[in-house]
């Protein structure tokens, strides 16, 4: 069974701290990694994908993506109470375009 | 900037009546699918549908579950009979090509009563 794991939080953080969220999935075949953000009753957006090995920037997002240790990370810079949300982690193997999501990780942002 | 689109936004049914859920994917998409969330759970993949056939469905997607894609626009999730436990949000997305980043719908909130 594959799997996508997330600590569910909630992860609280001050306003204009960097908030850093973790996933970890068991399919070491895995070749592309998307962190999107849901809101309560709302549907995932997506923040950010990561295919390769690094860093990947965009605005105040980065994306680490690690296949030797099976770790996604995203990190929020400048959070803003507006970021308070889920922050979903969701992975596909090489021989599906399924994704698999993790549970997720509430995030908090507080003033 | 187009957008995926579902149709209803909330359906309430009685246990056992046949419900048919309603997406219209972003127009040049060639790869549909159906996914699921129960209130507080994790979202999960219900089926993939390219070409006019299923590509791939998981184990939720049993007999009581079928899709179609009836026109050139919409792509359609029917459970025929429901049971409580279909109560859920249910999402369609869909991609251009593989390993792209899959856009989701605004989902349906389905309610079996």
């Known amino acids: 069974q594959k799997e996508v794991e997330q600590n569910s939080g909630p992860l609280s953080v001050p306003e204009g701290a960097i908030a850093s969220l973790n996933c970890t999935y068991s399919?070491?075949?895995?070749?592309?990694f998307f962190w999107y953000r849901q809101y309560s009753g709302k549907s995932p957006e997506l923040i950010m994908f990561?295919?390769?090995?690094g860093d990947k920037e965009d605005g105040r997002f980065t994306a680490q993506l690690n296949k030797a240790s099976q770790y996604v990370s995203l990190l929020i810079r400048d959070s803003q109470p507006s970021d308070s949300a889920t922050y979903l982690c969701?992975?596909?193997?090489?021989?599906?375009?399924?994704?698999?999501f993790g549970t997720g990780t509430r995030l908090q942002v507080f003033p | 900037e187009p957008e995926v689109t579902q149709t209803p936004s909330h359906q309430v049914t009685q246990m056992g009546q046949e419900v048919i859920l309603r997406c219209v994917p972003i127009?040049?998409?060639?790869?549909f699918y159906w996914y699921r969330q129960i209130l507080g759970q994790k979202v999960e993949f219900l089926v993939s549908?390219?070409?006019?056939?299923?590509?791939?469905k998981s184990e939720i997607f049993d007999d009581q579950f079928s899709v179609e894609r009836p026109d050139g626009s919409n792509f359609t999730l029917k459970i025929r009979s429901t049971k409580l436990e279909d109560s859920a949000m249910y999402f369609c997305?869909?991609?251009?090509?593989?390993?792209?980043?899959?856009?989701f719908g605004p989902g349906t909130r389905l309610l079996v009563l």
């Open positions: 969701a992975v596909n193997g090489e021989d599906t375009d399924k994704l698999i």
């Open positions: 399919d070491r075949g895995s070749q592309s």
């Open positions: 990561i295919y390769s090995n």
């Open positions: 127009s040049n998409h060639l790869y």
């Open positions: 549908f390219y070409n006019n056939e299923i590509s791939e």
């Open positions: 997305a869909s991609i251009y090509g593989l390993q792209e980043t899959q856009y």
